[in-house]
């Protein structure tokens, strides 16, 4: 009867279209591991069946597809979330629904095949892996650069564990990045392939950075001395009621009870310690807000008291002809004053078109990205950098080096993704982002998940999905400015450039010696 070692092997050994096979379920079964299931135990189960269908692949360009179907397994099962945007539209684009997962991974699983072809190059051994954990990790950051970037998923999210133990895994990322947890990661996963030495390394590393994490979490406590008191609303309104327009006034109308009462609540916890601000989620406002000169007044009333208002919503800019992904400051006592930011990195397929594209998927012409992040210096209230939606996923880039805020403010509608794992994941970065920066980031969706962090990313508070209502608490002070939040990618980019260059030199150096 043949052993589960035995059928492993056998799995390894495939080639042609069983061989691709093994490869997409290998890459299913690592998806596992993303947020919200952290199925962590999957990794070494996954990834050294790549690393042994690299060794026994026909040459670089068989490695380079093992590589290919792997990702492909991967991304089509980690992005399954993204049909629900296709289904909320099904009448024009049905014949998409099956096809929006395994499009997006067609797209990125290039990247993995040039990592596994690469290092099928380099002699079999502990050098071969060392080199597949450096280049794994150099092509999954090069993925800011597809299109308009989609760095969805990174390895290093997988532990983001709820609670105490995801608090303590992920601290190292305020020195190395998530990029450098996902440089940790691969490395880990395939300690069942190196030899006793490799082993014992492997765990003394998890020691290390077990303990380093908790040190560093240990040793903050948050202070709340010049942050504002922040009223997140969550509307939980369906994208379908937004798309069919017939329900406006009723939607304006819910945002503006519910910021009346969270702006109460919010000026009884602040007392004269703090100021509010509250925070509407991404294209709340169901209108063009910079041309309603109604609305803008009946905002401010609403949240009278507040320091300002920070709502998401689009605006034309008449003399370019194009639409814009916003978020306005409005400030009181008549928003006649306001401050507006633009969405810079927009989701491709969803808020542009690639030219590339035989058919039109992107309603209208599709929007134009803004100039960058900028940071706010709204009277009364620290300084506070704005991130629309899918921008935060992007490490290193969500903060104004010469200008750094206080806080993040992250205004999203998760709606279009249903109660999937996609909300989840969002959220996963949003934490991230606040450990890599030591900042802390209120988070306003439309559906959920709505949250606070500190800058340990430590979740103070939530509004959970597909609950109508606020969420109302203190955010924290800023931690000192990180190693990451001084140097950014350049610390993960060293790290896997120099494992990559001691494991080629290892590699050269066992074939020497064979």
């Not at 998530?178 to 006793?196: E, F, H, K, N, S």
């Not at 010469?402 to 403010?409: E, G, I, S, T, V």
């Not at 979740?459 to 606020?470: F, K, N, S, T, Y």
Request: proline share 7%.
């Amino acid at each position: 009867m043949m052993s589960l070692y035995d059928l492993y092997m056998k799995l390894a050994r495939l080639h042609g279209w069983r061989a691709d096979l093994a490869m997409l379920l290998a890459g299913g079964v690592y998806a596992l591991a993303f947020p919200p299931l952290h199925a962590v135990v999957v990794l070494p189960v996954a990834f050294c069946l790549l690393a042994l269908a690299i060794d026994n692949a026909a040459g670089w360009r068989g490695a380079a597809r093992r590589g290919f179907m792997f990702a492909m397994g991967l991304y089509t099962v980690g992005l399954y979330w993204l049909m629900y945007a296709i289904l909320l539209r099904a009448d024009d684009f049905w014949w998409l629904v099956p096809l929006a997962s395994p499009g997006c991974a067609l797209i990125l699983a290039p990247l993995s095949a040039l990592s596994a072809g690469l290092s099928r190059l380099v002699p079999r051994g502990t050098g071969r892996l060392m080199v597949l954990s450096a280049l794994w990790t150099l092509t999954d950051m090069a993925r800011v650069y597809v299109f308009s970037g989609f760095p969805w998923n990174p390895p290093g999210s997988v532990w983001e564990f709820p609670g105490l133990a995801g608090d303590i895994m992920i601290q190292p990322a305020a020195w190395i990045g998530v990029d450098g947890l996902t440089l940790l990661t691969c490395i880990v996963a395939l300690v069942p392939l190196y030899g006793r030495v490799g082993r014992w390394a492997c765990l003394a590393l998890m020691v290390v950075w077990a303990g380093c994490g908790a040190a560093r979490f240990g040793s903050i406590h948050d202070t709340y001395l010049h942050n504002p008191e922040v009223v997140l609303v969550q509307g939980n309104v369906p994208e379908s009621d937004k798309i069919a327009g017939n329900s406006d006034v009723a939607i304006f109308r819910r945002y503006l009870a519910l910021t009346h009462q969270g702006v109460e609540q919010g000026l009884r916890q602040a007392g004269d310690r703090r100021p509010v601000v509250f925070a509407w989620p991404e294209s709340a406002f169901p209108g063009l807000l910079l041309e309603d000169d109604i609305a803008r007044p009946m905002i401010m009333r609403a949240g009278q008291g507040a320091a300002a208002g920070i709502i998401g919503t689009v605006r034309w800019l008449e003399d370019e002809h194009h639409w814009r992904n916003s978020m306005v400051a409005l400030m009181p006592p008549d928003a006649a004053g306001s401050m507006v930011y633009d969405k810079a990195h927009l989701v491709p397929f969803g808020e542009y078109q690639p030219a590339f594209l035989p058919f039109h998927v992107v309603p209208g012409e599709g929007m134009t990205p803004g100039p960058g992040v900028r940071t706010w210096h709204l009277p009364g209230v620290a300084p506070v950098g704005p991130l629309i939606c899918y921008e935060v996923i992007f490490s290193g880039q969500v903060v104004d080096p010469h200008d750094r805020p206080d806080w993040l403010m992250n205004s999203t509608n998760d709606a279009w993704y249903g109660n999937s794992a996609g909300p989840r994941q969002h959220l996963a970065a949003v934490r991230l982002r606040a450990v890599e920066e030591g900042l802390p980031v209120a988070r306003a969706a439309n559906t959920g998940i709505s949250a606070v962090f500190d800058g340990r990313g430590h979740e103070l508070a939530r509004l959970g999905w597909d609950r109508q209502g606020v969420l109302v608490h203190a955010v924290p002070d800023a931690l000192p400015c990180t190693v990451f939040g001084h140097y950014g990618r350049l610390v993960p980019l060293l790290l896997a450039a120099m494992l990559g260059l001691c494991g080629l030199w290892r590699g050269v150096a066992r074939d020497r010696t064979a």
